[in-house]
């Protein structure tokens, strides 16, 4: 059996308990999007994901200036979700975001 939203694309949203992380994720969210939110406050995260199911949000406690903890994120989202289609880091001096180069570790289908 499929996951529900399996066919929706993941976004991983850095600094999402920022408020143009937590605006950013919003947004992603309400286009039907499945969203991974990471972030030092966890009561940001928390009002993040409030009102969405587990398999549209994921919220994950992370440092994300500290390499291992950005990679660990990402790591856990592909294992919950299966695939990373986009990581993005909010641009804190315009409305919208910005997508963060490809990581190839995470845009391949072999992750070894």
Do not use: E
Not at 26 to 53: C, K, M, P, T
Request: proline share 6%; charged share 25%.
């Amino acid at each position: 059996m499929t996951p529900r939203g399996a066919d929706k694309p993941v976004m991983v949203v850095l600094d999402a308990d920022t408020d143009a992380g937590m605006a950013t994720a919003h947004q992603l969210l309400a286009d039907d999007r499945r969203v991974v939110v990471a972030g030092l406050d966890v009561h940001n995260l928390i009002r993040i994901s409030r009102g969405f199911s587990c398999d549209q949000v994921y919220a994950l406690v992370a440092d994300i200036h500290d390499p291992d903890q950005v990679s660990r994120v990402l790591s856990r989202a592909h294992d919950r979700f299966g695939q990373v289609d986009r990581v993005i880091y909010p641009n804190p001096h315009k409305t919208r975001y910005r997508a963060l180069p490809a990581l190839p570790y995470f845009w391949g289908t072999d992750r070894s």
